[in-house]
């Protein structure tokens, strides 16, 4: 299993930036896939997921700003990330589970500056 993340980087407040997890060596379509992030000091904590029917969660913090799809095709999911505030800077990390099992990502650093 591979899960490989992209699309990180420093955005102003208020900017967007698209996370990218392409999976590898998973049944895609039938795996749900997460997104967590880590700020400094913190600890990881669950972001999206989207099921494997497709419906998705979206913790309080992100509602109404990110959004998580997928396409199948492609074995890859994403996180777009709208209206970002300081207080989303953190590493961001796809996640599949797997018999119970987990598996990440390598993480991708998003900043966002004031």
Do not use: H
């Amino acid at each position: 299993v591979q899960l490989q993340a992209s699309g990180g980087g420093l955005v102003q407040a208020g900017g967007s930036l698209r996370l990218s997890c392409a999976a590898s060596g998973i049944v895609f379509s039938r795996t749900a896939m997460s997104w967590y992030r880590q700020a400094p000091g913190r600890q990881r904590e669950l972001v999206a997921r989207i099921f494997i029917i497709g419906t998705t969660y979206l913790s309080d913090s992100v509602k109404g700003r990110f959004t998580i799809s997928r396409d199948i095709a492609k074995s890859t999911v994403y996180l777009q990330m709208n209206s970002l505030k300081p207080e989303d800077t953190a590493v961001y990390y796809c996640n599949a589970v797997i018999q119970s099992r987990d598996y990440w990502g390598q993480g991708t650093l998003v900043t966002v500056s004031s």
